[in-house]
Structures are given as C-alpha cells and as structure tokens.
C-alpha cells in the first residue's frame, strides 16, 4: 500500500515524450519526488502490439511499485490505450493509475462542443480508436478526425525537431485530406509537445493545438488534492532509470531536468 502524500510519483513512457509530462507535472507540484522510467529498449511503442505494451506496462509498474510510488502516470498514449484498464486492475491496493488520455477528453468536451477536432498519435493510439469511443459516450457532437503519424516519435527521439526536416514532415502529415479544418488538433502522443511550434506554424493560428502534458499535469494535481495525497517535501528528489542506457536520451533529459541529472539503467528483463 504505497497510497501515502510522502511517497514519489511515477511516470513511464517508451523514451522522452513522458518528459514533457513530468516537466509538466514538477512545474505544476515542484514538492513532489518523481520516479521517471524509459522504456528505451522496446522504442516506439506506437507499432507495437496491445499485448506487448501490456507486458511492458506490467513489468514497469511492478518497479514502480517497488519504488513506494503512490500513483502511477501513463505518460504515454499509446500505453494509455493499451494498457490503462489493466494497470489499474494490476496494482488496484498498492497505487493509483492515471493515463494522459482521459484529461484530454475531458478538456475537451468541455471547451470544443460541437467543434471538428483532430487528433495525431502512433498507430497503436490511433488504431485504438479509444478517444473516438470515450468521445461518443459524452454525446457532445464533436467530430473527430484521426491520423496516424508513425513517423513523429522516432524522428523526436532522434532529436530532429526545430529544424526543417521536422517541419517539413509535420506540413505533410498535417495536409492530408483526412485531417481537413480543424478547430482544435489534439497532440495524441506525449513526444509531439516538443513539435509544438512546428505545428502551430503549420497552422498560423487557424487551430488551437491542445497539449497533453498540461492538461494531464492539471489533472494529476486535482486528484492528488481532492486525496489528501500532494506532498509538501523540503527536498524533493527525481530519479530517472532506462530500460537501454543511450547517451541520446541522457542528454534530452538533461535539456528538460538540467546538467545534475543522473540516469540509472533498470533492466526489466535479464
Ligand atoms: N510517447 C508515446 C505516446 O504517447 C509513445 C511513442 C512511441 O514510442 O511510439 O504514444
């Protein structure tokens, strides 16, 4: 039972796109202790298969668990998708699951009723279908328009983004008929933050591109108060551990959390 306000928060994603979470969520809460996790070795999740991430989710919320954490955030959509009804049944005593999806639903029922939104992810989240789904139940007359764009999360990962390649990929994916005018454009996978700027100069200000880091960080934050379970640590302490040590992904961590940063290779399988 590691439901207690002292102990860490976890977070996992495939590689860095769950950075953009957590840089959300130590923004947000910076009295926190956070274990962030990499799933470096199985790098992209996107064309994985459902089984497969839920092996994965498993494995890393069993190290999670072991760590105290008292919530678990999937930073992750293509895990959210995937795996979030399992992990919640998983670890139901011990911690708290919480995905990057559902906020966003949220949000955007709220403010885009009746608005034609779109929304980018990996072909898992897409394929999924999960937001179209959780979207109809709340009746709210949004139009969705999914696309699938595999190409993103590895070119994020190997550090093109700001540049004109990226640019160049983003205009093309973001021009497919499929898409068309949009009101909003939600960035279905946590890596597409750091290509904000990209797709909003794509759009020059003609559709509102919806983060999912912040929405998802506010939600964390409202939960962990109405539980009584937000810290207030003097000296909150982050730890970030890998599946596959690369020295990529030290150095994008580095560029969110700072120079100090030390990154732990934690094997989930031998
Ligand atoms: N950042 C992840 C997502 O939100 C995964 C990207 C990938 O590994 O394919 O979907």
Redesign the pocket.
């Known amino acids: 039972m590691n439901k207690l306000p002292e102990n860490p928060i976890g977070i996992f ?3 860095i ?2 950075l953009t979470v957590a840089h959300a969520i130590k923004s947000l809460m910076p009295h926190e202790h956070m274990i962030y996790f990499g799933d470096t070795a199985h ?5 994985k298969s459902e089984a497969a991430i839920q092996a994965f989710s498993v494995k890393i919320a069993n190290v999670l668990l072991q760590k105290k954490c008292k919530v678990i955030v999937i ?6 998708s995937a795996a979030f009804e399992l992990l919640k049944e998983y670890v139901r005593h011990e911690a708290h699951v919480i995905n ?1 999806i559902d906020p966003m639903i949220e949000f955007v029922s709220q403010k885009f009723s009746g608005a034609q939104v779109g929304l980018i ?2 072909k ?2 897409v394929q999924s279908d999960v937001y179209s789904k959780k979207l109809k139940e709340l009746n709210k007359n949004i139009t969705l328009h999914s696309l699938a764009t ?1 190409l993103l ?2 070119m994020i ?1 190997e550090g093109f983004f700001n540049n004109k390649i990226s640019g160049d990929i983003v205009a093309q994916y973001l021009s497919d008929s499929s898409l068309g005018e949009l009101d909003a454009l939600i960035l ?5 933050p750091l290509i904000k700027k990209e797709i909003e100069d794509f759009y020059k200000g003609r559709t509102q591109v919806l983060d999912s880091s912040l929405v998802a960080a506010q939600s964390l934050h409202s939960f962990l108060l109405s539980e009584g379970l937000l810290n207030n640590a003097s000296k909150p302490e982050s730890h970030f551990f890998v599946s596959d040590y690369t020295e990529s992904f030290e150095a994008s961590t580095r560029l969110f959390f700072g120079q100090n940063l030390r990154l732990e290779a934690h094997r989930l399988w031998d």
């Open positions: 994603d495939s590689g796109g769950g790098l992209p999740y996107g064309d930073a992750c959509h293509s895990a959210s990057v992810g990996t898992r989240t595999p999360a590895p990962e279905g996978c946590t890596h597409y």
